[in-house]
């Protein structure tokens, strides 16, 4: 066997620092470090690639309301109620000509996904439904119109030479929003320095970039849901004394503001009466309209570890940090300076 010579070996040393040089170039450019900061080792974190599954089972949603009004519904008495409903809808409204069940349907999946506000009802995945929902109303639109002018006994051509193809526009949906939704889950990027954590995001024109102290952090918490439990991956989220990490939500009735109300405002010629049935009814109101606020952990991608896998060392490096930087080790350190120099 050939022994490499001390050149060569030489060589291979420069290549390899200059690589690790290049790499920590990348990362200050990348998390936009400051003069002497660097990303720790195994420091780095994004989002698990099952992070988003929801959303990709959304693109399977669409996909499968395209797939079903290209070929329809086979129904028999032991078919589901739902499914025979849609074949009616279909059955009544022609949708070969004018899509209206289409249109129903894909608007009643995009309201039900924003008002579970899950992980998937954020404003680009409801946009992206609301798009396809509307896409063949456009193509269609000259049957649109010929359809609405045949009610009233007129003629209308066509003007738009071909018509909406469900199977292919589904595939072309599937294809592109999953590819988003890939692009999307790899925008979010997470650092932990030497001095501070890094929260990136960069996803076509947003950008966000988000600096936390070490002394800052009041308490870590960490998520698991037992889809995370399953797949391996959990959330980790940073308290901080400002609030990072935290929204605040109101809840209760509100039927808005008491002196809003027509008639329960007072008036210089009101009776004593008239005033004390005008003040309980204002009550009244301003009780209905209590909202109580609270807080909650928001598990934002842009502002935690969001479901990564390698989470218990990214816990374990973050505690750790926290506690060399803050004020009582601070302190333990001062104190030990101290006596040691008393003692020399």
Not at 9 to 35: D, F, P
Request: hydrophobic share 45%; aromatic share 10%.
């Amino acid at each position: 066997m050939s022994e490499e010579t001390p050149e060569a070996e030489a060589k291979e040393v420069t290549t390899t620092e200059a690589v690790e040089e290049a790499s920590k170039e990348n990362l200050v450019e990348k998390y936009r470090l400051i003069s002497g900061e660097e990303v720790l080792a195994d420091g780095e974190a994004r989002p698990s690639t099952l992070a988003f599954i929801g959303m990709y089972f959304v693109g399977l949603i669409v996909f499968g309301v395209h797939w079903l009004f290209e070929f329809g519904v086979s129904t028999s008495d032991d078919t589901h109620i739902l499914l025979k409903m849609i074949d009616g809808l279909i059955q009544l409204t022609g949708s070969e000509e004018v899509p209206i069940a289409f249109v129903l349907l894909m608007g009643t999946i995009a309201w039900i996904n924003r008002m579970l506000n899950v992980s998937t009802s954020g404003r680009w995945v409801t946009t992206a439904i609301l798009l396809s929902m509307a896409v063949p109303v456009v193509i269609q639109l000259d049957n649109v119109i010929a359809w609405f002018a045949g009610i009233f006994g007129k003629e209308f051509g066509d003007f738009i030479p071909f018509g909406y193809d469900y199977l292919i526009a589904g595939a072309i949906f599937l294809v592109v929003f999953w590819g988003t939704t890939l692009k999307y889950q790899r925008s979010f990027s997470y650092a932990i320095t030497s001095h501070a954590v890094i929260f990136q995001h960069s996803f076509l024109l947003s950008r966000s970039h988000r600096r936390i102290l070490f002394d800052r952090i009041s308490e870590v918490m960490v998520e698991r849901t037992p889809m995370g439990t399953m797949l391996g991956y959990a959330t980790v989220t940073i308290m901080t004394d400002s609030g990072v990490g935290l929204v605040e939500e109101s809840s209760g009735i509100n039927a808005g503001g008491a002196m809003g109300v027509p008639g329960t405002k007072d008036k210089s010629d009101d009776s004593t009466g008239a005033k004390v049935r005008k003040g309980v009814f204002r009550s009244f109101i301003a009780m209905l309209s209590y909202q109580r606020t609270t807080r909650r952990v928001d598990p934002d991608p842009k502002h935690c570890f969001y479901k990564i896998r390698k989470w218990e060392g990214i816990k374990l490096l973050l505690n750790e940090m926290h506690r060399k930087h803050s004020s009582s080790n601070l302190l333990e350190d001062l104190k030990e300076a101290i006596q040691g120099e008393n003692e020399s």
